[in-house]
């Protein structure tokens, strides 16, 4: 694990939902931090890739158009309709789609590997419980134990 990281530098849990639709508090939360300076640095390197890839991808919009909609100003769940203007629309079905494979991202899937890495990193190899990515960050941002 790395040093701890401040607080006040760090997005919500990549569980959180709006709207029924998990991660994507937190990759406003990034946007938004970084724009302020205040994002912990270890993050830096994959905003707009992996996870907030993977949801821009889904909701049909760009990550940068996305970003700048976000630096306007706005609630999350003022932004989130905004994507389904500019992207798709998602219905109930959708969101329960997207929600359960970003709760299970991880588990015996095409992220094991990666989940694996990081846990030898952090130096929590042993820890069988954390067995998706979500539950991992939310270990090494100090959410969890």
């Given at each position: 694990?790395?040093?701890?990281?401040?607080?006040?530098?760090l997005?919500c849990?990549?569980?959180?939902?709006v709207a029924?639709?998990?991660?994507?508090?937190?990759?406003?939360a990034?946007i938004r931090?970084?724009?302020?300076?205040?994002?912990?640095?270890?993050?830096?390197a994959?905003?707009g890739?992996?996870?907030?890839?993977?949801?821009t991808?889904?909701?049909?919009v760009?990550?940068?158009d996305?970003?700048?909609?976000?630096?306007?100003?706005?609630t999350d769940?003022?932004?989130?309709?905004?994507?389904?203007?500019?992207?798709?629309p998602?219905?109930?079905t959708d969101k329960l789609?997207?929600?359960?494979f970003?709760?299970?991202l991880?588990?015996?899937?095409?992220?094991?590997?990666?989940?694996?890495?990081?846990?030898?990193?952090a130096?929590?190899s042993?820890r069988?419980?954390?067995q998706?990515m979500?539950?991992f960050?939310?270990?090494?941002?100090?959410?969890?134990?």
């Amino acid at each position: 694990m790395s040093a701890k990281p401040d607080p006040s530098r760090l997005p919500c849990s990549p569980l959180d939902d709006v709207a029924g639709l998990r991660y994507f508090p937190r990759m406003l939360a990034k946007i938004r931090l970084h724009a302020r300076g205040q994002l912990w640095e270890e993050l830096h390197a994959n905003l707009g890739k992996g996870s907030d890839g993977t949801c821009t991808a889904f909701l049909h919009v760009s990550y940068e158009d996305l970003k700048a909609r976000v630096l306007e100003g706005g609630t999350d769940l003022e932004i989130l309709s905004w994507c389904q203007e500019h992207g798709r629309p998602l219905n109930d079905t959708d969101k329960l789609v997207w929600s359960g494979f970003y709760a299970k991202l991880g588990w015996n899937d095409h992220h094991t590997a990666m989940l694996e890495k990081r846990k030898a990193e952090a130096g929590i190899s042993h820890r069988d419980d954390i067995q998706t990515m979500g539950h991992f960050i939310d270990v090494d941002e100090g959410r969890s134990e």
